[in-house]
C-alpha cells in the first residue's frame, strides 16, 4: 500500500471593496475580500499545496506563477482541478483532506457545506472527505485586524487501494 500525506499554508492580504472568493464560492456577507495575482482564494492555494506536497511535486507557484499573466485574476477552482489531474497521472489518488481557514469575519459555519459541494468534485473525492473548519485569531496579529486571512490544509493521497 503507497500511503502520502502533504501539508500546505497561505496567506492573502484583506482589501474593502473587493469580492471575496474562499472555498470555490463568493462570500458575500464578507467586509473585504483578498488581494492576490489570481482571485486570491487562500483555502484553494493551501488545498493545492497540500495535495502536491503529498504527492512531492513542489507547490502551486511552481506550476502557476504568480508573475505569469495567464493567471491573473484566475478563478483557484482551476488550480485545484489541474492539481488533481497532476496527482492522476501518477496515479495518486485523494483520500481525505482537512483545512483551517483563520479569518476573524464573516462567520465561515454558514458556508462550508456550499464550499465542500464545489471543491470534492475537483478533487475526484466525496463530500465526505473534504473537512473545513474556520477559527478566529482572538484580535492577534495581522489576521486579527482584519489585514488578512490564512488557511492550513493537509491531504492524504495513496494508489492502489486503501
Ligand atoms: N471566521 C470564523 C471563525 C470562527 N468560526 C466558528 O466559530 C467558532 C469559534 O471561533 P473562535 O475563534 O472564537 O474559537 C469556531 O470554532 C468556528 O466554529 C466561523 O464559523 N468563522
Ligand atoms: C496562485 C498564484 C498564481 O496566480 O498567485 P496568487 O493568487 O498571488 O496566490 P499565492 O498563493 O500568493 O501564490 C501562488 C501563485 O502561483
Redesign the pocket.
Known sequence: MNIRIGMGF???ELEAGRNFYLGGIELTDAPKGAV???????LI?AL?DALLGAANLR????????T?NR??G?D?KF?LKEVAQLLAEKNWLVGNVDCTIVLEKPKINPHIEAMKKVLAPLMNVEEDAVSIKATTNETLGYVGREEGVCAYAVALIYKGSL
Request: proline content about 0%; glycine content about 8%; some cysteine.
Open positions: 497561505d496567506v492573502h492576490g495575482h489570481s482571485d486570491a482564494d487562500v492555494h493545492c507547490d502551486i507557484g511552481y506550476h502557476f506563477s504568480n505569469d493567471w491573473k484566475m483557484s488550480f
